[in-house]
Every structure is written in C-alpha cells, then in structure tokens.
C-alpha cells in the first residue's frame, strides 16, 4: 500500500504501475470536499517519493468516477473574502498540478460520470480512457461560476477554443463519442476495460511509442493560437454567448473572457488568472441564488423520497377529463411507464385527448427520442372510456373535469362509488379548496389535491395538496405518482389557489393596478423579462387564458377579498368582455399570428389600447423601478402569507414551488431569497412606500418584526 486514506488510497497493481482509486467512505459517490482534495494532495506525495514506479492509473470504486465538488461546502467557502478564495484555489490546484506533474505517465479510467471537479481530475493526467455510459463535463455555470481546479486551462490547450468554450459557457454533459471525437479523451472502452487500456497505454508510453511528456507539455503551454486567430475565436464566441447566457448570468461569458486572458500563459500563471475569475463570480448573488437553489432541490428531493417510503403502488392509474389537462396527465402517465385510464364524458372529449397525446409521441419520434414500437406501446397503455368500467382496479385517480365546484362534487362522489376503498382520489383543481371539495366524500382520508401546471408535459412542479382529513398515506401515494410521472412534488397545505395560483394572482394584482394609473402594458412586460422572467404578465396572462384568469381571479377574491378583491372594471375583465381570451382564440393583450414556418407570433394590436381607454385613470410614466416594485411586493409579500400560515413547510419549498411553478428568476433564487438579498428591512421600507397601493402591498406583523431584529429566511 503505498497510501491509505478515508476518499483515496493508492497501491501498486502490477509491474510498477500504481492505482489511484477514489472511494469516499460512507458515500454513495465520490465528491470532491476538503478531505478528498487534501488526501489527494498526500497521495500524490507519496507517488512522488516511491523509487522505480512506471506509471500511475486513476480509478473510482463507485458506480460514478466523481460527481463533482461538494456543493454543500460552498456557501461557506463562497462568504469568505475575493482574497481567500483566491488562496483557496491556487492551493487546491497546486495538488492538481503536482498529479500532473508526477515522474512517470498518467492515465485516468473514466468508470462513470466524471463531472467539475471530477474531470478536472482527469484533466490533470496525461491521457483519459472513458466507458462508453460514462458522462463528462464541467457544468460550473449553471451555480454562476466556472472551473476553478483548472479545467478553463487544461481543457482550452486540449480540445481548442472553441470546444472549451462549448463545453464550459454551455455546461455541458457529453457522452463517449462526442468526448472522443474533441479529444478530451484518449480511447472509448468498456467499463470491464478500462484499467487494462490504461496499463497498456502506460507501457506504450514507457516503451516509447506514445510521448506522454509532449502531451503534458500541450497541456501546460500557452494556447497555440496566433493573436488574430485568438481575436476571432475568443470575440465571436463572446458574443454568441451572451446572447444566448444573458446580462442575469455572467459566468459563462467570463469564463471565455478568462480563457482569453490566459490563452498566452503558461500553466502556472493561467491558473492564477483563472483563481482570480472564479473568485469573482463565486462572490456574485447570481451563484449564492443558484448555489441555493441547488440545495433547496436536494433537500426537495430528500423529502419526496421520505414520502416514497409510506406509499401504496400505483399499478394502474386514471384520469377524468380528458381536455387539456386530463390529456396532458395521461401522456405523461403513460409516457413514464403508469398505464391510465382516460375517462370523459362525451367522444369528443376522448378524441382530443387522445391527439394531444399522439401530437407528442410523433414529436418524439420525430426528434429520434423514440421508436414507433415504443410510440404504439405507450399509446396502447392509455384506455380511453366513456364508464366507469375497470375503476375497481383503479389505485389512484386524477380528477380533471371543468373547474366547477359543483361539477367536481358530482363527479367525486361518483367516482368514490366505482373505485376500491383503499384508491387514492385526487384533483386538479387550480383554485378550488380541497377542503371544500372533500366535504361530501365518505373517505376524505383518501382525497388530496394533485395539481399539474399547464402544459403538463413541459412544467415540472406538482403541488400536492394536503386537506385537513387527508391521509399521510394519500399524500405519499400521490408524492410518489408524481416522481413517477417524472415530476418534481411539493406538498402544501389547503387554501384558495394553494401556494403558487395565491400567490400568481397578487402578482397579477400589481399589474392591474399599474395599467390602472397609466402604465403600458407592453412596457411592464419589457422590464419584467429584463428582470427575468420567461415572459411578462400581460403575455402570460394571454398564455393562461382570460377567462382562465378571470375565472381563477374571483375564487381567489373570494377567498381573500381584503386584498384580492378589485374595484370596477380591470384590464382583465375589459380583454374578457372583448373575447379576448389570449392565445386560444388568437386575441389578448397582444395578437397572435401565424408566422413562415406556422408558428404563433406575438404582435402588437393598437385596438388594445383603444379598448383599455376606459380603465385608465391618468397617464403616469413609470421607471423600471418603480414597475418592478409594484409587481414584484405584492407577489413577495403573499409568499410570505403562505410561509406565516403554514401553507408551505420552510422558505424552500416556497421559493421552489415558484421557480418550477411559474418560472420565478431561478438566478435570483426565489421570492422569499429575493427580500433577503434585497435586506428585510429595505424590503419593508420599500413596501412601505406603496402603503397607498393597498394591503396588497402591506407587510405582515411578523415581517416588520424580522425588518428589526435583522433576521432573514435563508442562514
Ligand atoms: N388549463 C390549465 O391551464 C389548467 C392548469 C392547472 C389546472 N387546471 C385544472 O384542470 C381542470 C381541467 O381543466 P382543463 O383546462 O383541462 O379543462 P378542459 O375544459 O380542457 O377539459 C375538461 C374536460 O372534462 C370533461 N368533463 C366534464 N365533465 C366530466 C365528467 N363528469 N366526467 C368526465 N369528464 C368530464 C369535458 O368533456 C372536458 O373534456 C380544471 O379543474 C382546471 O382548473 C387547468
């Protein structure tokens, strides 16, 4: 044995070659935290001091090679100062660097995902030898930074500018060939293979048929590129990629700014210049949003898998209502393998369902992502019926008829008659109280609320919607149906609306108001999109419908008229009355037409201004300011309602539910992180300033309470 740690240990195999061989203790992959770099470090000393080794193969006990840096390690790391992070860097990378720089040839045998950290291990061996299953890359951009353990200089010097720059500004995962085919890896063999492949490479290198140092040498060199041609490839890509990344994420375009910068450089002064990069963007809000993020999913995720446990199966499934959202429910049933049950009440109902799900699978076929043995397979496993015929093998159902209170009661007694005691019933609805709902079953235990967002096969979330009956067992049932289905589930508490439509309607609530006093619609959704959303408030109204909007609005006035509640006419209404519904019937806020290539465009119609005339009262010419304080209050605010009144469980699932429900900035990391960063206190002050607006727009007690005592919802 030639090292023995708790992440690593390094022995000799055969004929003075050594493996390296990470396996974390107590994990079920291998990561890169302070205890794996610093043993790495150790390890490589001691392959230094060892007499007559010949050379060195890197392996992984575990089914991955390295998933990548602990991510739990760095919200710590990142509140240190530009300066430590700096230090912190350049002495992880002096043991990089000492791997790289070891006395005899070096190749890793890439077993499994080898991602950040992970392949920038590999990079620091001479030569790569990958499993034809494995996965490389370096995804630092999607936390708002970017490689750090000098995969910016090793990889730009192996594969070229313009492959680094495709791999580290786009973040990619890359399979086997396209790695080959770059050059990030030497050989593509099978994962049984690997070590042999590497030994063999070893001494091929030892008998001099491969030269391991010149490759080393390109690694550790300047950038061969002339200054024109380093112009072009660094400009041009500059450009494509802000474009693409944006002005809210800056990583990527820094990351080819500091490749430019050290294109010049030698490996030593490179790495300095990248320290210094990534420095700078581990101390943005953008990555301590995206780092947050990041562990609010893991810990989402930990929940949903506590739940699994308590679940019943769910072998066969059902449906009712097949329009939008029962067709929707049933493709993606059947896409992930539940065969359903799609029961309407008339044919025409069904034969719509029905294409809606065949419109997707040749959409898949189409792009290769299936074949049409496996298309037939799912669409057989969709049973479309008008009765309730095979119900009694039925384990849950999902309620999706009209948004009807008295329909949905009609329809769920019924079912609850046909279905076995022990079946799971759940409902769509997107507004009404599930509370309400349950009131005439006789085995509420079994009823929650499973609320899929439009378009079901695009949107991650699923709230799953606890009454004051439910059962834990319903609610782990529908958790686990949900993660089957490829969801991602939060469970919230009953209320109006539920956690994201409560808190969707303020928000509209805001614009309302704005396009009251003066503001054009078109320019609150121009600043709100600069902000970050998918899409501004007037077009996504047009996306969800006006008499969806319209509808939904008076439940949740109703359910909250305080704040809720809105005087006279609305812009909502006025686009309502005109049949305006938005994108369904080609008119909203704006007009839809159809382009060249058939798709639906947005344009701009002058008679909307026209017929909003009467609901103006006065022309104000607001700042982009002022616009997203009144926008943003009102949703921040009734967030935190949800978190006061138990609706959700802790501030993560609240600002989850909004990045997957309604495509809250996922850089800015949730509504509840957003009054964080911007300081309770200013928050409130801010508020403050709008009292006139409205409650829509007052704090709660306990917020201004936080404002004093300097508390915050996240650390
Ligand atoms: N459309 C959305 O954006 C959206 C999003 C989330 C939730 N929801 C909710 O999903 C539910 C369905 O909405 P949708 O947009 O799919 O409506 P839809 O009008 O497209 O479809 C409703 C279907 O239910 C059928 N139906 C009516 N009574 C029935 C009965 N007794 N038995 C079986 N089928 C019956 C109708 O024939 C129709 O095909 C509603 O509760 C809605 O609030 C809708």
Redesign the pocket.
Known sequence: MIYEGKAITVKEIEGGIAQLDFDLQGESVNKFNRLTIEELGAAAEALKSQKNLKGLVVTSSKDSFIVGADITEFTELFAGSEEDLVANNLKANEVFNAIEDLPFPTVTAINGIALGGGFEMCLATDYRVMAPKAKVGLPEVKLGIFPGFGGTVRLSRLVGVDNAVEWIAGGTENRADAALKVGAVDAVVEAGKLVDAAVAIINQCNEGKLDNLARREEKKGKIKLNAMESMMAFEISKAFVAGKAGKNYPAPVEAIKTMQKHAGMTRDKAIEVEAKGFAKMAKTNVAACLVGLFLNDQALKKKASAWEKEASDVKLAAV???????GGVAYQSALKGTPIIM????QD?IT??LNEAKKQLVKRVDKGKMDAGKMADVLNSITPTLNYGDFKNVDLVVE????NPK??D??LRETEDMVRDDAIIT?????ISIDLLAKNLKRPENFCGM????PVHMMPLVEVIRGAKTSDRAIATTVAYAKAMGKTPIVVNDCPGFLVNRVLFPYFGGFIGLVRDGADFQKVDKVMEKFGWPMGPAYLLDV??MD?GKH?GAVMADGFPDRMKHEGTTAIDVMFDNNRYGQKNDKGFYKYELDRKGKQQKVVDEETYKLLEPVVQGKNEFSDEDIIARMMIPLCLETVRCLEDGIVEDPADADMGLIFGIGFPPFRGGALRYIDDLGVDKFVELADKFADLGPLYHPTEKLREMAKTGKKFFG
């Open positions: 009712l209502g097949a329009g939008i959202m029962g029961k309407d009440i008339n109902g719509l369902g999706a008829v009209v948004e329909v949905k009609i329809v409902s769509n609805t997107s507004t609320h899929f967002f439009n969800v419908g969806t939904a």
